[in-house]
């Protein structure tokens, strides 16, 4: 028989040069894409955070409607209790609410079970943390354990304690005498010459890494100084916050931070060019870094009768 041709296929493999400028296109993709990708999720966790703020402003409401006020920021009389406790009925944590004891401080059991996170104060939702920032944080930094949180409400342009004369003008919370956690500031609809669209709510503070760290910024379970709170004296992620009583860690990115017997927090966030901020009208608005300092302040008093430019 007739042998027939046998033809024998190369197959031909990639050149060395080849095979690395498929390597270097792929790294330019991946290089375009990156940033866009950065980008959706920032854009996503910033919407989550204006989505958070939404629902503790609401709250404001639904609580105004009910008692005819806002609540204290924090009450001393009889017992040591801070704002958070007076919402969890309106952000839907009607369970929570249910089991913390108000006849008790924020600190006792079973309000908070030491070195456990077992008392109602350890409870976390989602509606505590922003979308940029690390969930289910919580307090470690001495035996009364709870949880912390990225939101804060506004506290105006003054220290706490308080630093030199009482000003004139305020924010809807606060003390009545700027220093007295006994004699909480109770607001409502009808004291606010400045208007409510123009005096801010809530914002944000960052929270350190460590939930061991002994650093007051996020315990807005705790009534104490500086707590719970934003001020208004630096523009947003600006400025070195004081904090008294030695609970400043100064360790973490973005929050600078020294010892002082008059303590200021600035509001802080991890977004790109500002913060999130609510108002008393219950509108989210993102102020950026460079808003200046007499228009941010303004907005964080409710009787200052200022005038400044809406395009902040």
């Known amino acids: 028989m007739p042998r027939g041709n046998s033809r024998s296929k190369v197959i031909r493999a990639f050149t060395l040069i080849e095979l690395l400028v498929v390597i270097a296109i792929i790294a330019i993709l991946i290089g375009l894409l990156l940033p866009a990708v950065q980008k959706v999720r920032e854009a996503s966790a910033k919407a989550t955070c ?3 703020l939404k629902q503790w402003s609401l709250a404001i409401h639904n609580y105004h409607a009910t008692f005819g006020s806002f609540m204290p920021a ?10 958070p406790v007076f919402l969890w009925p309106y952000v839907e944590m009607d369970n ?14 079973n309000n908070t079970i030491q070195n456990t996170h077992n008392g109602v104060c350890s409870t976390t939702a989602k509606i505590y943390y922003c979308g940029s ?3 289910d944080a919580k307090w470690q930094g001495d035996s009364y354990w709870r949880a912390r949180s990225n939101y804060v409400i506004n506290w105006g342009p ?8 009482a000003p004139p003008t305020f924010s809807p919370w ?3 005498d700027f220093s007295n956690r006994a004699s ?4 409502n609809l009808d004291k606010f010459p400045d208007g409510t669209s123009n005096t801010l709510a809530f914002s944000e503070v960052l929270m350190h ?20 709170r934003f001020m208004t004296i630096d523009t947003p992620n600006s400025g070195v916050d004081e904090l008294s009583g030695g609970w400043c860690v100064n360790d973490a990115v973005r929050m600078p931070c020294i010892v002082s017997g008059n303590g200021k927090i600035a509001a802080r966030s991890k977004h790109s060019g500002g913060v999130n901020a609510s108002f008393c009208d219950g509108s989210i608005r993102f102020v950026s870094n460079s808003i200046s300092l007499v228009t941010w302040q303004a907005l964080s008093t409710m009787n200052g009768s200022e005038v400044f430019d809406p395009n902040y």
Do not use: E
């Open 50 to 52: 204006s989505n958070n």
């Open 74 to 83: 924090a009450t001393t009389n009889p017992h040591r209790i801070s704002w």
């Open 96 to 109: 929570t609410a249910n089991k913390y004891d108000k006849n008790i401080g924020f600190w006792q059991p």
């Open 133 to 135: 920032n690390r969930q």
């Open 158 to 165: 003054v220290r706490m304690p308080l630093l030199g004369a």
């Open 174 to 176: 606060g003390y009545t």
């Open 184 to 187: 909480p500031r109770i607001s």
């Open 209 to 228: 890494d460590n939930d061991a760290a002994a650093d007051f910024r996020g315990d807005f379970m705790n009534d104490d100084t500086q707590c719970g």
